[in-house]
């Protein structure tokens, strides 16, 4: 079974600073793909970034970019120029390639990011 | 276009009884997913439906089911409900499985009393 660690249950920064999320997974499968989520107070999850890991470069999105590391099993997001609007719930997220097959998204328990003013 | 969008936004019910929570997912997408987000933790996957067959199951006892319909809605139901099934039960969109992107709706809140 997959596992995805998130090991910081809280961050605060001061705006526009740019602030690092790590995330860490278990896998024995080779081909897959990781998701960054966003779940404001509002509650509704938000795509932030996808990373295909059979791709060497690192996916990018606007403020927001990630480090993928695949003999690491790491997948961490790196916000820049953080905004007050990016406060949320941040989920890192792996789903396995089973060929059109039958896997949903394993998440990560989640990082409470504090923007400050 | 409009995005998944969820009903009803919440929920009361009694333990024991059963309920059916509905999606419908973004224009163009054959493919839903289920999941059950208790309070503060990560959402767990319940189902995924593609082209109205179940294409995969989480670690959910036979109380919870689920189909899609034609038109690629879908319904979640719970039978016998515990005052455990109290959570956040979100639905997701996407084109197809394996890898695609999927797009969450605004969730609808379970209480169970």
């Known amino acids: 079974a997959q596992t995805v660690t998130q090991s910081q249950p809280e961050m605060s920064v001061q705006e526009a600073e740019t602030v690092t999320l790590s995330c860490t997974y278990d896998?024995?499968?080779?081909?897959?793909?990781l998701f960054w989520y966003k779940q404001p107070p509002s509650r509704q999850m938000i795509l932030v970034i996808r990373?295909?890991?059979?791709?060497?470069q690192n996916a990018t999105e606007n403020r927001f970019s990630v480090n993928f590391q695949k003999a690491a099993k790491s997948f961490s997001l790196k916000i820049s120029d953080s905004q007050l609007g990016d406060t949320a719930m941040y989920f890192c997220a792996f789903m396995t390639d089973s060929g059109g097959g039958a896997d949903g998204l394993t998440f990560g328990k989640g990082t409470h990011l504090i923007i400050q003013p | 276009d409009a995005g998944v969008t969820q009903s009803p936004t919440h929920l009361i019910k009694t333990r024991g009884q059963h309920v059916t929570l509905r999606c419908s997912p973004i224009?163009?997408?054959?493919?839903v997913s289920w999941y059950q987000q208790v309070l503060g933790q990560g959402p767990q996957f319940i189902f995924q439906?593609?082209?109205?067959?179940?294409?995969g199951r989480g670690n959910f006892p036979d109380r919870f089911s689920a189909r899609q319909f034609p038109n690629y809605s879908s319904e979640l139901n719970v039978n016998a409900l515990l005052l455990g099934d109290s959570a956040l039960y979100l639905c997701?969109?996407?084109?197809?499985?394996?890898?695609?992107?999927?797009?969450f709706g605004p969730g609808t809140r379970l209480t169970v009393t």
């Open positions: 439906y593609y082209e109205k067959e179940e294409r």
């Open positions: 990373q295909e890991a059979y791709k060497q």
């Open positions: 224009s163009g997408h054959k493919s």
């Open positions: 896998t024995s499968e080779n081909n897959y793909y």
């Open positions: 997701a969109s996407s084109l197809g499985t394996g890898g695609y992107e999927q797009y």
